[in-house]
């Protein structure tokens, strides 16, 4: 039943996870779609990569590109220190409705704000919305041919600071190669590969990160 994977996702959680439990809701997710019907999350492999770097920033404001079902939204704001706000911006309608549920679930909404949109749509206006400067940390995961043109939208908008740290997931599949080849030979950033696993297959991904020089 459940008309989408989405939805299909969405049931299972409601129906196996513990209700405000952020890592039983995570646990759900990847157990449904390694035993049920592959997602695409970014999964618990190359979810350590991302908790990794969160706890590494300890970022005051993050932002997420591509929400899908809230995965990494909610690896990501388990993570963050009291105060601190996700924004995450979808384009799809009905990935953003699940998502709300999921992490409503998870009793994680209080610290994200989720926005449906097209990003190049919405960057432009976060700095007025949300009253913020720059993002400390932006996790990358949307349509792979809209990875560079909002990276350069980012630095259009003034909204990363030197230190800000980028986080691509699917850099090698699908991959984003026009966005690898930027990162990797501007002068004004620091890119190192991690390499993985895409979600819940034994197939060659990895994760770039790429800490903006200002
Ligand atoms: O398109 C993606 N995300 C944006 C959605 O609006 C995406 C796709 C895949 C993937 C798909 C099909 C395949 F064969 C392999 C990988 C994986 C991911 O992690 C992703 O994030
Ligand atoms: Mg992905």
């Known amino acids: 039943s459940g008309k989408s994977r989405p939805m299909r996702i969405l049931q299972y959680v409601q129906n196996t996870a513990v209700q405000g439990d952020a890592n039983s809701v995570i646990s759900a997710v990847d157990s449904y779609c390694a035993n049920v019907e592959w997602a695409m999350n970014v999964g618990d492999k190359k979810g350590e990569i991302l908790d990794a770097v969160v706890l590494d920033v300890r970022p005051r404001w993050v932002l997420e590109l591509g929400t899908y079902c809230g995965y990494s939204t909610m690896r990501i704001a388990r993570l963050l220190p009291p105060g601190a706000r996700l924004i995450t911006l979808e384009m799809n309608h ?43 940390l932006v996790f990358i995961d ?73």
């Open 142 to 214: 949307h349509w792979k041919t809209s990875y560079l043109p909002d990276t350069k939208l980012l630095e259009e908008c003034d909204l990363l600071a030197s230190g800000t740290v980028l986080l691509a997931d699917n850099v090698t599949c699908p991959g984003a190669p026009e966005y690898l080849h930027y990162v990797r030979n501007s002068p004004r950033y620091k890119s190192l590969y991690f390499p993985s696993q895409l979600e819940y297959l034994r197939v060659e991904d990895g994760m770039e990160k790429s800490v903006f020089l200002g």
């Open 94 to 136: 009905h990935y953003a409705q699940v998502a709300k549920q999921i992490l409503g679930h998870a009793g994680l909404d209080s610290q994200v704000d989720l926005l449906v949109g097209a990003s190049s749509a919405l960057i432009p206006q976060l700095k007025k919305k949300f009253d913020m400067d720059k993002f400390d």
